[in-house]
RNA sequence: UCCCCGAUAGCUCAAUGGUAGAGCGAGCGGCUGUUAACCGCUAGGUUCUAGGUUCGAGUCCUAGUCGGGGAGCCA
């Protein structure tokens, strides 16, 4: 007897006998002689309804006992259903009860609207649910479809380092890693992972000098650009700030492709192609979940997927967008924060961008350097750097990018600009010695594409089990 | 970190300062090739914690804890 995943179940042609094991969804009893049980093993959106006659032998001691949440294992023949809601279902010939629940009162994904706000909560059991299925199948497509894309148009991928010692990262603020004795540590009252000058003594600490979780593979990866020209890093990334947003995690998946001998054009070119190729691959592979999220989580999802991929994304200078915005309040919009040249776009104005004037997503280019981080290559205004945001309806800011100053005297201005130690980056000035090269890259934040892609609002729903400020549950 | 809101049955929420309620879920029964099933019955509560005001507090006051939304930072 063969044993079948229930989307293998579901597509296989009538008469077939199986067996196929999982959790029951539902139950529904019939006097006609039989029961009902929609039994769901993760493997698609859709449960395989089980028909069990009152003839199976522990019909009545079991089958009519079973509940929400019960694992079994079924084994019958496929069939052509009688019934409407289902093309397949599985006769039974027999059925074994591997786990009861305890006590269907309190098993808390109870046949009922929770809300996501309970379920993260119960983050162990939350993914039996449709919306959490749906999420975790998309994810790992987007994952393979992330792989595919650069293995395709050969990129490396490359093992950038979780651990850091680099004092050089600067994108946030960062956790410490370290084996000192933490009361020692505590004692010695270190306001910050900056040094200070009653701190602990570091050189005594595992990695003999101040360590913490990377905030970005960058740095590391564009070393290796600059010796195999294509590469990206796919890996989880940790900020430290205390950020209590739906769209910020202490813990992320970051993806970050960099490359040789190309300038901030192909970096929109590649972020663009990248976007497209993701969301394609979701309505490709997983047309089931994705209708379930147009039907139940944004109805309009798969239109506004589909249109991104159709439609060229728009792309706008900084100071086309700073015009645009101010045109926008000489007509009478109203933003909370003012808009002038120089300052960073807030999330309103970056809304109104991407929602109101182009209803699609937009990638703004050179910045004012003084928002920026020192690497961005110095714009030849002196002013501005090229640097560029992908900014998607209802996400905001999904990618941010840049080409990378390669001049190493512009580098180094812009290092003491920023009073920034020479000294922690000579390695990354290395690169700008020994046979510079233009190059770019970018970061996406792989949960928020999620959220992108399937119309989820937070991204604590988004990744099996959230860490944020005060919370690591499970 | 700042602003706002909230915490009552397993879940979602009601309840002028005056006996604690409904829907869903659960259990039992009825009905039905069922599928958001439907009908009936039943069980289920330290109203977040600690103080205070009051004849009387789920309700008002103070403090705390936890959670959510928005903002900032960013991906």
């Known amino acids: ?23 029951v969804r539902t139950r ?4 006609a002689g039989l029961s009902f049980v929609a039994v769901s093993d993760g493997s698609c959106f859709d449960a395989l309804q089980l028909v069990a006659p009152a003839t199976l032998p522990n019909y009545q001691g079991e089958v009519l006992h079973l ?3 019960c694992s079994i294992e079924a084994t019958g023949t496929l069939v052509p259903s009688q019934g409407k809601g289902q093309s397949v279902e599985m006769q039974v010939a027999s059925l074994r009860v591997l786990g009861m629940v305890d006590d269907p009162d309190t098993y808390p994904v109870s046949p009922k609207r929770h809300t996501f706000e309970y379920l993260r909560d119960y983050a162990h059991l939350r993914v039996r649910t449709n919306t959490f299925g749906a999420v975790a199948r998309v994810r790992h497509c987007l994952a393979m479809a992330v792989h595919r894309f650069f293995h395709e148009r050969g ?41 200070a000058p009653n701190s602990p003594d570091f050189s005594q600490d595992f990695f003999g000098k101040e360590a913490f979780l990377t905030v970005s593979g960058q740095l590391n990866v564009e070393t290796y650009a600059c010796a195999l020209s294509k590469v990206y890093t796919f890996g989880p990334t940790f900020r430290a700030e205390n950020s209590n947003t739906a769209r910020h995690l202490a813990e992320f998946w970051m993806i970050e492709p960099e490359m040789a001998f190309a300038d901030i054009f192909d970096d929109m070119d590649l972020a663009e192609e990248f976007i497209k190729y ?48 101010e045109q926008a309040i000489a007509r009478g919009r109203k933003f909370e924060y003012p808009v002038k040249w120089g300052a960073n776009l807030q999330a309103e104005h970056e809304k109104h961008l991407t929602e109101e ?75 700008r010695k020994y046979g510079t090269v233009p190059h770019c890259g970018f970061g ?19 990744i099996p089990f959230p860490r944020t400020p005060g919370n690591a549950k499970f």
């Not at 007897?1 to 959790?23: C, D, F, N, Q, Y």
């Not at 529904?28 to 006097?31: F, M, P, V």
């Not at 979940?289 to 997927?305: G, P, R």
């Not at 996406?444 to 988004?462: H, K, P, S, W, Y």
């Open 1 to 23: 007897m063969t044993h079948h995943s229930v989307a293998h179940a579901l597509k296989a042609s009538p008469g077939i006998e199986t067996t196929v094991r999982g959790w």
């Open 28 to 31: 529904r009893d019939s006097k």
């Open 67 to 69: 509940t929400t949440g």
């Open 155 to 195: 990129f490396f991928w490359v093992h950038t380092p979780i651990i850091t010692a680099s004092d050089c990262e600067g994108a946030g603020e960062m956790f410490r890693v370290s084996t000192l004795d933490a009361h020692r540590a505590a004692a010695a009252h270190v306001p910050s992972p900056t040094t």
């Open 278 to 325: 993701l969301f394609k691959a979701a309505l490709d592979e997983r047309p089931d979940d994705m209708a379930f999220f147009n039907e139940h989580i944004d109805k309009t999802v798969i239109e506004t997927l589909k249109k991104v991929i159709e439609s060229p994304f728009e792309r706008i200078t900084y100071t086309e967008a700073v015009k645009l915005l």
């Open 357 to 431: 004037v182009f209803k699609r997503p937009v990638i703004v280019r050179d910045y004012p350097k003084e928002i920026k981080a020192f690497y961005m290559r110095l714009n030849d205004d002196g002013r501005t750097v090229a640097a560029m945001d992908v900014l998607a309806p209802g996400i905001g800011e999904i990618i941010g990018g840049s080409q990378r100053e390669e001049r190493l005297g512009v580098l180094d201005q812009r290092l003491d600009e920023m009073k920034l130690p020479k000294e922690a980056y000579w390695w990354y000035r290395d690169l």
């Open 444 to 462: 996406l934040g792989f949960e928020r594409l999620i959220l992108a892609c399937t119309g989820m609002q937070n991204i604590r729903d988004v």
